[in-house]
């Protein structure tokens, strides 16, 4: 049987093949109407959980602009530390050197020479602990700057407790300041207690908070 030339624009178009009939529905199922595509069957989507408290909040990606502050902050308060520890320590050479000479002149226990260079010796100890204690300090200071890039709640709680128990000490230095009536006495303790308070605060307010609770992974 020919179907006619199908480059002939005026011949008989070619007949398609027969559509095949549709597939019958699986057993139990009804039939649908004619013209009704047939409807999927299966179990029913399972809804989506519900999000947890929090967590379509947004954390935060970079680091606060109070707590960059403070980070600053805690490196130039360690710089400050380290060479008050210098001084110290060369103080106590000082000392050191000092009782070394006395005790060269004294010619008995009860010289004057040699009281004056026990008194040295005490002293040039007291320095030496003093410089541990600021150098100890200034390595406080440096690891919680450092810190703060992956630090947790720890470095959180020891930097609030470090700025509070610093911004004390600088009030105490402050009023002392006031009292004595000098202006040189008051800069001093005005800017520990300002970089102080920025320190105690930085972790304390929600930016700060955030940051140290972010997930890390």
């Known amino acids: 049987m ?31 109407p004619p013209g009704v ?37 805690l490196f130039l308060i360690s710089a400050v530390q380290i060479l008050a520890a210098l001084g110290w320590f060369y103080f106590a050479a000082i000392a050191n050197d000092v009782s070394n000479a006395a005790d ?3 010619s008995s226990s009860d010289d004057p020479f040699g009281a004056f260079g026990d008194g040295a010796g005490i002293a040039s100890g007291v320095l030496v602990v003093i410089g541990l204690i600021a ?3 200034a390595t406080l200071s440096i690891t919680l700057g ?5 630090g947790g709640q720890g470095v959180r709680i020891t930097t609030v407790v470090y700025g509070a128990l610093g911004g004390v000490i600088g009030l105490i230095s402050l ?7 000098l202006a040189t006495a008051v800069i001093f303790p005005l800017i520990w207690v300002t970089f102080a308070a920025i320190i105690t605060a930085a972790p304390v307010v929600p930016s700060g908070t955030a940051w140290f609770a972010r997930p890390r992974y």
């Open 2 to 32: 020919s179907f006619g030339d199908p480059n002939n624009p005026y011949g008989q178009p070619p007949q398609q093949p027969p559509a095949a009939p549709p597939a019958a529905p699986g057993y139990g199922y009804p039939a649908a």
């Open 37 to 73: 595509p047939p409807q999927g069957y299966g179990y029913p989507q399972q809804p989506a959980y519900p999000g947890y408290p929090g967590g379509n909040q947004m954390l935060p990606q970079t680091m606060p602009g109070l707590l960059v502050t403070a980070r600053v902050f």
């Open 104 to 106: 060269s002149y004294s």
């Open 146 to 150: 450092v810190k703060f890039g992956k």
């Open 135 to 137: 150098a100890a300090l």
């Open 175 to 181: 009023f002392v300041g006031l009292d004595s009536g």
